[in-house]
């Protein structure tokens, strides 16, 4: 990857399919999937969940990666005091975007969420 690149992924999920697992495997899916900072922050609220669902599916995809080859909970998504997302890289997310080269500036959000009553889009992006 050249100095300077920019790689954005985009996601989007249908609110009602988070509903729908959260109904059926709850605490199973919540732990399997977020991170103890992301259960707390998001309280069971669909419209969070579906948020960053999408969000860590569009990362992994910035990763080059898709889901394969990284947890769940290897992406986090967290927020600024102002409510920005930003994206928290471990263990093998994290030497991922080492291998590609990808700043880790912490100083600006990494995604780009949203989330209505039926759609969670997230597109985020790395720069080289």
Not at 28 to 48: A, I, K, Q
Request: aromatic letters at 6%; charged letters at 30%; glycine letters at 10%.
């Amino acid at each position: 990857m050249t100095t300077g690149a920019t790689e954005v992924g985009i996601d989007i999920i249908e609110t009602h399919r988070i509903r729908g697992v959260l109904e059926k495997h709850d605490l199973r899916f919540l732990t399997r999937v977020y991170t103890e900072w992301e259960r707390m922050y998001c309280r069971r609220n669909v419209l969070h969940l579906a948020g960053r669902w999408a969000a860590k599916e569009a990362v992994s995809k910035v990763l080059g990666l898709g889901v394969r080859g990284v947890g769940w909970r290897e992406i986090e998504i967290r927020r600024t005091p102002y409510g920005q997302p930003t994206v928290t890289l471990h263990g093998r997310a994290e030497q991922r975007r080492r291998a590609l080269g990808l700043a880790a500036d912490r100083s600006e959000p990494g995604a780009r969420c949203a989330h209505r009553a039926r759609l969670a889009p997230a597109a985020p992006a790395g720069r080289g």
